[in-house]
């Protein structure tokens, strides 16, 4: 819509093989991941604690440096963005942090907190930046009484509507929200994702939506991708993901979610991997040790990305998974 | 900055250290303006007098007025305590701040290295080596201790700064591609003010000190006065029975280091309830 670089073939943001590791590379966080955000559209990224998720979300605003694979935002690699290029695909992510009392610089009031990408990217003359601003605050639920006040004046709540309004006052296509909600309680929780579908609906934003809560991403996903120990094991379109998932750790994740308790479990999966460390050997399955329906051949070869076929293909997406239950030698049930 | 100040006033300690700071601050803003102690080096009666109304702690060996001279060092005290103070701030809020930033690299390495070689070095030899370098230059004490106090300040805001850069404000703001210089100096250095504050206070006092002991061991000050020489003068005398210079002396340094310990302590109290990032 405002770039030329823009395609009709390209998502708005495609990870190939994004590949992250920490300590001279001796701690894997993230494991050839890819997929793809579409303009305008929700991906729920889901996984336990330590999956990788947050380090995928840092790399994509290049936080922190990807050791191997591409990002590609509107078809162009982020990490290989000329100075002027970079600046102006910044301009066009942003995100939003789970804690929104570390997220908002203390000593900083919100009109100076939400001008500055204004003036950072030097968009509009000074009149026009705050009246953006004031804009923002009113689509975000806030009055502009608030702007002189600092952070610490404000609920959870209204912090986290102060985040989301920094993020997007730059008109950003796409929005990553790390855990967004999940340090909310349920009834603000319940507002901030009715606010984002708002805001979303109006503006035709694209958001990574990564959380831990299964619940939280069947109500605002269009398309769901599961992480475990840094490599993504499912993508598929909501509906699907939700009626007919296909790995055996989205199964279990769904049917614990359904229990109304993920956190539990989750939390057992952190204890069982407490780093976030993939040390498995790579010619096996990362989720071989805790599945349910391991095979012999799960513990002797890594299963390769397979995308499944339905008879009636008329859904959005196609459904990707890395399980050895769907290699074409296997395939006994339908 | 208000809550902060509130919360002091309400502290009884705390603003005792105050008034008794500005009691002597005062002292030594008239001594600068030429209005109090200018009679300091003035002999104005005979050899150790004792206490009377025109010498309310009589006389030095010279016949020189001990009130003048006292009154004067504090002007010293505080020329001392504010210069240094400030320059070994800035440094080592700076280097600190940097340090911290790029932790790791090579510059983080350079700065850790040179503190540590600073630190290692015997304070006082370090203090007589500069003056010796410098011929008796009168700021020679004054760089010694700017060189070797930076390095406590920026130890602290390296540590503070290692912590503040995971923060997501900061993230925020290199997520968008703020150059390093604007995120130190606008987001993360305004979050350290009140350790840096804390830690100023405290650099006072050492100042202080340090001036006293120099200036005692002949290091110090040269054309002037101040509560350590005035302590130097009085070894001798003590033993005679004269203990003017000696009670002078030690009376206000010890209440201005005092007065700084329990500001330097409230103040702490004030920052570490105001609620700054946790």
């Known amino acids: 819509m405002t770039s030329q670089r823009t395609h009709p073939a390209h998502p708005l943001l495609e990870l190939r093989n994004l590949s992250i590791s920490f300590r001279d590379r001796r701690q894997i966080a993230v494991d050839r991941v890819s997929f793809s955000v579409l303009k305008g559209q929700t991906l729920g990224l889901v996984g336990a604690s330590g999956a990788g998720k947050s380090s995928v979300a840092r790399a994509i605003l290049r936080l922190v440096q990807a050791d191997g694979g591409e990002i590609l935002f509107k078809g162009e690699d982020i990490h290989r963005m000329k100075s002027q290029q970079l600046m102006a695909a910044r301009q066009r992510i942003q995100i939003v942090f789970q804690e929104p009392s570390r997220s908002l610089s203390p000593k900083r009031t919100v009109a100076e907190s939400l001008l500055e990408p204004l003036q950072h990217f030097a968009i509009g003359s000074p009149t026009e930046r705050s009246r953006k601003v004031k804009k923002i605050l009113l689509t975000v639920g806030l009055d502009h009484d608030v702007l002189h006040h600092y952070p610490h004046q404000f609920s959870t709540g209204q912090k986290q509507r102060i985040a989301i309004a920094r993020a997007l006052v730059t008109k950003p296509d796409l929005v990553i929200a790390d855990e967004a909600v999940s340090s909310l309680d349920v009834s603000v929780q319940a507002q901030i994702l009715q606010l984002i579908q708002t805001l979303q609906a109006e503006y035709g934003i694209a958001f990574l939506f990564i959380s831990h809560d299964l619940a939280v991403i069947r109500q605002i996903a269009d398309g769901v991708a599961v992480m475990y120990r840094g490599q993504l094991l499912e993508q598929a379109p909501a509906d699907t993901f939700f009626s007919q998932p296909a790995h055996p750790y989205s199964r279990l994740l769904l049917s614990l979610a359904s229990l109304d308790e993920p956190s539990p479990v989750l939390n057992h999966q952190q204890q069982l991997n407490p780093d976030g460390i993939t040390n498995h050997r790579p010619s096996a399955c990362v989720y071989s040790a805790g599945c349910a329906e391991v095979m012999p051949v799960c513990g002797q070869s890594e299963p390769a990305r397979i995308e499944i076929k339905y008879k009636n293909q008329n859904m959005r997406g196609s459904h990707c998974v890395r399980c050895h239950l769907y290699d074409e030698t296997n395939i006994n049930e339908t | ?278």
Not at chain 2, 65 to 78: V, Y
Not at chain 2, 166 to 176: D, K, L, P
Request: aromatic letters at 12%.
């Open chain 2, 1 to 278: 900055m208000e809550s902060v100040w509130q919360r002091l006033r309400s502290d009884g300690y705390g603003m005792l250290g105050f008034y008794i700071i500005a009691v002597f601050a005062l002292a030594a803003l008239l001594v600068w303006s030429g209005l109090l102690g200018q009679s300091w080096a003035v002999v104005s009666g005979g050899r150790w007098e004792s206490i009377s109304s025109t010498h309310w702690f009589g006389t030095n060996l010279l016949g020189q007025d001990i009130l003048q001279r006292t009154l004067f060092s504090s002007a010293t005290a505080f020329e001392v305590g504010l210069s240094v103070t400030i320059l070994s701030t800035l440094l080592g809020t700076v280097l600190g701040a940097l340090a911290g930033w790029f932790r790791s690299s090579w510059l983080d390495e350079l700065i850790l290295w040179v503190k540590g070689v600073l630190d290692s070095i015997p304070f006082y030899l370090f203090a007589a080596a500069i003056a010796f370098a410098l011929q008796g230059n009168r700021w020679a004490m004054h760089l010694a201790m700017v060189i070797t106090f930076w390095t406590t300040t920026a130890r602290i805001i390296r540590g503070e700064v290692i912590r503040l850069k995971q923060r997501e404000f900061v993230e925020a703001a290199r997520a968008i591609g703020l150059p390093p210089r604007t995120i130190i100096f606008r987001h993360v250095l305004p979050n350290t003010s009140h350790i840096v504050l804390v830690q100023a206070t405290i650099v006072f006092v050492a100042a202080i000190k340090t001036e006293v002991i120099l200036s005692f061991l002949g290091l110090g000050i040269q054309n002037g006065v101040s509560w350590g020489l005035m302590l130097a003068e009085s070894s001798q005398e003590v033993l005679a029975g004269h203990f003017g210079n000696f009670a002078a002396a030690s009376i206000a340094l010890f209440l201005l280091l005092v007065g700084f310990n329990l500001l330097a302590d409230s103040l702490q109290d004030a920052m570490d309830k105001r609620r700054s990032v946790s």
